[in-house]
């Protein structure tokens, strides 16, 4: 259990350190920006780098709605589910001052959005509760689905870790500029807790949206699992 903790810890950090290290350091860089195309492969290759690397010592979840998800479908045990979700979110903070005390070392530097997730007057876009809410508990319904049928017995071992990094990468190009994507709670708890006022009073919806597609998923796919 230690060691998947750990695992737990070390995974969630390398997703927020490189994919929000991504937007805080390198999207708008003059000139030369990786944009929300490069932010969203980011994002995908940090699972998909650390699914190989740990995702045989602890499931490779890295976030507490995948967590759930795994659990609702039977695929992770309930008594491991508040012990994960704790090591996730530590290790998104974690990541998330690290990330603070780089990006402050330049002359200059303004916290702005510091990529934290938001809707209404924060969207990128300028999109709404309700659509923010609606992508959330979508994509990561679909993330959710992804996972488990990837992992699932009935494919070819082995693959699994690039169907869910490219899955991330797809999240990440549709819905930045709807709420900055989270589909992962810690994640935005990380960078909403230095971001303060604004980011904080929207969190809840960015672990109300991504925990109820975690469970959507994880009944739809045992619906799947389960027929003929």
């Known amino acids: 259990m230690r060691k998947s903790l750990v695992a737990e810890f070390l995974g969630t950090f390398w997703l927020v350190f490189g994919g929000c290290g991504s937007a805080v350091l390198a999207a708008a860089y003059p000139e030369l920006g990786i944009g929300f195309v490069g932010v969203a492969f980011a994002f995908g290759l940090t699972v998909l780098t650390m699914a190989y690397a740990v995702g045989g010592i602890s499931g490779g979840h890295f976030n507490p709605a995948v967590s759930l998800?795994?659990?609702?479908?039977?695929?992770?045990?309930?008594?491991?589910?508040l012990p994960y979700i704790v090591v996730q979110v530590v290790g998104a903070v974690a990541a998330a001052a690290l990330l603070y005390f780089i990006a402050s070392g330049k002359a200059g530097f303004e916290l702005g959005g510091f990529a934290a997730n938001g809707y209404g007057d924060h969207s990128p876009g300028g999109y709404s509760l309700l659509s923010a809410?609606?992508?959330?508990?979508?994509?990561?319904?679909?993330?959710?689905?992804i996972i488990l049928?990837?992992?699932?017995?009935?494919?070819?071992?082995?693959?699994a870790p690039l169907a869910i990094g490219l899955a991330l990468t797809l999240i990440h190009l549709v819905s930045i500029p709807v709420t900055n994507t989270s589909v992962n709670p810690?994640?935005?708890?990380?960078?909403?807790?230095?971001?303060?006022?604004?980011?904080?009073?929207?969190?809840?919806?960015?672990?109300?949206?991504?925990?109820?597609?975690?469970?959507?998923?994880g009944l739809v796919w045992k619906f799947l699992d389960d027929a003929d």
């Open 69 to 81: 998800g795994l659990t609702v479908a039977g695929r992770f045990p309930a008594a491991r589910l």
């Open 186 to 217: 810690a994640r935005s708890t990380g960078q909403a807790l230095f971001v303060g006022g604004w980011a904080l009073q929207q969190l809840w919806l960015f672990w109300i949206a991504p925990l109820a597609g975690g469970v959507l998923g």
């Open 133 to 145: 809410l609606l992508i959330e508990v979508l994509l990561t319904m679909f993330f959710l689905i």
């Open 149 to 159: 049928g990837s992992t699932s017995s009935r494919v070819p071992a082995g693959f």
